[in-house]
């Protein structure tokens, strides 16, 4: 995994290292890749807060995206915010790594490969760390 992570990140600029690195990044990385390789109902007996709390299949469908985001390098940026996951499944997904929601500050009228609609910055503290990260969601505009 951590050659992965190393490949991953060798890909990227100096300022993107230093921006993923305050975002706990590689931590949170690690517990995708966790999560992805053992599912829900192990993750969930191994975790110290017993973590996804969620056992909602749409839910635990959009903690799997989420995590598969991760493993490409998303959802630290504001350039490459996560995608297709649901409001609820943003906060679970942080969650399910320990972080505490802080708080939200929306761009409205974004676009992301030509779709309009909003980002979601979302700050979260860590429960045991006290670090604070802050995290992107974009949620594309519904048609009228």
């Known amino acids: 995994m951590s050659d992965s992570l190393d490949t991953l990140m060798d890909a990227w600029s100096d300022d993107l290292k230093v921006l993923a690195l305050d975002a706990m990044f590689p931590y949170i990385y690690s517990k995708a890749a966790n999560y992805l390789e053992i599912g829900p109902d192990l993750y969930r007996e191994s975790d110290a807060f017993k973590q996804p709390k969620s056992q909602d299949p749409i839910i635990l469908e959009d903690l799997k995206k989420g995590c598969m985001q991760i493993m490409e390098g998303k959802g ?58 802050t995290w992107h969601f974009f949620t594309p505009k519904k048609k009228d």
């Open 76 to 133: 630290f940026s504001n350039e490459a915010p996560f995608e297709k996951i649901s409001v609820a499944a943003s906060y679970a997904l942080m969650e399910m790594f320990h972080f505490r929601f802080m708080s939200r500050k929306s761009s409205y009228m974004v676009f992301l490969a030509d779709q309009k609609g909003v980002i979601d910055h979302m700050s979260f503290s860590h429960l045991i760390q006290k670090q604070m990260v």
